[in-house]
């Protein structure tokens, strides 16, 4: 019994069994009738599917939602990726809070894991706070927003306010899920419901430990972190070269941003490169993308967003600091720097694991779902498998159509996308050890 308690107790086994129990939770809720419309029957593993989607905030769907769900199966749908953008841990850890108004020290631990390794055990307890307060005001700012403009284009005051929530939750929590059946493309021209929605993906995507380090009073550009200055720097760098990029290559592409006037194609451009490394909405055809632009996309979402937030991917950290690696040994530096700052060594292995071990787990799902589906193209499986690892949520338009094995090897690559770094941080932060000697130096040849 005690060594059953003791292999509980560790988050990296804990925190995926809590993940698993919440989609399995959702999967019996959304298999009830008064979960679906009255024509339509949910099979256990479509249900099991949207399930994972919702709190994995992926947002890829095997089913129309509008017109599969009902209103009791879209807010089981909503509840599951706002507890999914919050963090199982965190939510779980609120909930403590409410009743016994304390935290244990192995709370404070497993908490910390799920939010962010950097923060000290000290600050977790406001740290829940702000991040449910944060979260809850960007929601009901963007819903504020969108209600009213929804209400513009004829929507009953219920049907406006309950679109503008769902569209406000799952854009800052990088959802993905939409209430039209084309996602937001009958919109994609309009400011005010794109530009809100970007906003809010932009804030959710960057990090509660980037926002709050940003808010802090008395607090200048000097005192910001190394982690913060490259997630912002980066994030900025990625949205601007994304959007130039979708603006180039779908410039003239009649079935996307060429059919509409030169100057409506700037919204539709940055409201893409927004929502693909976070959020998944869309508000153009991605399967009538050129495949340049599907290739950008393809890159964007494996880059994903900040680290410690709503976003998926190998995160813009990681990313960037691979990049400083390359720039170091290109110019024959000792050291890798940012900022004036040395990285650490240890960090540089982090992010090299990260990203090798995202590579091989895409190339491997990308490789089964080749044998699964011999009918779809390498780009449609590259997009749908890269999307779901990286929790991302958009898709080419084939989703729909996948064979059984198909949605189970996607079901697998969102739950993996998702705990996965909560895993490594984790497995990080509660065994790294120093050994008291070292090895002969050996120097193998490389390139």
């Known amino acids: 019994?005690?060594?059953?308690?003791?292999?509980?107790?560790?988050?990296?086994?804990?925190?995926?069994?809590?993940?698993?129990?919440?989609?399995?939770?959702?999967?019996?809720?959304?298999?009830?009738?008064?979960?679906h419309l009255e024509n339509d029957v949910t099979h256990f593993t479509d249900s099991f599917f949207t399930a994972t989607s919702a709190v994995?905030?992926?947002g890829l769907a095997v089913v129309d939602t509008p017109f599969h769900w009902s209103w009791f199966?879209?807010?089981?749908?909503?509840?599951?990726?706002?507890?999914g953008g919050l963090g199982i841990m965190t939510s779980a850890v609120l909930v403590g809070l409410l009743v016994s108004n304390k935290l244990g020290l192995r709370t404070k631990i497993m908490t910390q894991t799920e939010i962010s390794r950097a923060l000290s055990l000290g600050d977790v307890k406001a740290v829940l706070l702000r991040t449910v307060a944060l979260s809850l005001v960007v929601e009901a700012a963007t819903?504020?927003?969108?209600?009213?403009?929804?209400?513009?284009?004829?929507?009953?005051l219920g049907d406006a306010i309950w679109y503008g929530i769902f569209h406000a939750v799952s854009a800052f929590n990088s959802a993905g899920f939409s209430l039209f059946s084309d996602s937001l493309m009958s919109y994609a021209t309009d400011w005010w419901i794109c530009l809100p929605l970007c906003l809010s993906t932009i804030i959710g995507g960057l990090g509660m430990p980037v926002i709050f380090e940003v808010t802090r009073r008395k607090w200048g550009r000097k005192q910001w972190s190394v982690h913060t200055k490259i997630t912002l720097v980066g994030s900025g760098f990625l949205l601007v070269g994304g959007w130039i990029a979708f603006l180039l290559f779908e410039w003239s592409n009649p079935a996307t941003f060429g059919q509409w006037p030169w100057y409506d194609r700037i919204l539709p451009a940055f409201f893409q490169t927004s929502m693909v490394r976070a959020a998944g909405l869309?508000?153009?055809?991605?399967?009538a993308m050129n495949q340049d632009s599907q290739l950008a996309s393809i890159i964007l979402m494996f880059i994903g967003g900040g680290s410690a937030s709503t976003a998926?991917?190998?995160?813009?950290?990681?990313?960037?600091?691979?990049?400083?690696?390359?720039?170091?040994?290109?110019?024959?530096?000792?050291d890798v720097t940012a900022f004036r700052h040395r990285i650490n060594p240890s960090v540089i292995r982090e992010a090299l694991t990260v990203a090798l071990v995202y590579v091989a787990c895409n190339a491997f799902g990308v490789f089964l779902m080749q044998r699964f589906e011999p009918n779809l193209?390498?780009?449609?499986?590259?997009?749908?498998?890269?999307?779901?690892?990286?929790?991302?949520?958009?898709?080419?338009?084939?989703?729909?159509?996948?064979?059984?094995?198909?949605?189970?090897?996607?079901?697998?690559?969102?739950?993996?996308?998702?705990?996965?770094?909560?895993?490594?941080?984790?497995?990080?932060?509660l065994r790294s050890r120093h050994r008291l000697y070292r090895y002969p130096e050996g120097r193998p040849l490389v390139g």
């Not at 560790?10 to 989609?23: E, K, T």
């Not at 869309?282 to 399967?287: A, E, F, H, L, V």
């Not at 998926?312 to 040994?329: C, D, P, S």
């Open 73 to 83: 199966g879209q807010f089981v749908i909503l509840l599951l990726f706002q507890v």
């Open 312 to 334: 998926g991917g190998i995160k813009v950290g990681t990313f960037f600091v691979l990049l400083l690696v390359i720039w170091a040994e290109v110019r024959g530096e000792p």
């Open 1 to 35: 019994m005690t060594r059953v308690k003791a292999f509980f107790r560790h988050p990296a086994r804990l925190i995926p069994l809590i993940f698993l129990a919440v989609i399995m939770t959702g999967t019996l809720l959304l298999m009830l009738p008064i979960a």
């Open 282 to 287: 869309n508000s153009i055809d991605i399967g």
């Open 377 to 429: 193209d390498l780009m449609s499986i590259m997009f749908e498998v890269t999307s779901a690892l990286a929790t991302l949520g958009q898709s080419t338009g084939v989703t729909y159509d996948l064979s059984e094995p198909s949605k189970w090897l996607l079901a697998i690559a969102m739950y993996t996308g998702r705990i996965g770094p909560v895993l490594f941080a984790a497995s990080l932060a």
């Open 56 to 58: 994995s905030v992926t």
């Open 143 to 156: 819903a504020l927003v969108l209600a009213i403009r929804f209400s513009a284009y004829g929507f009953g």
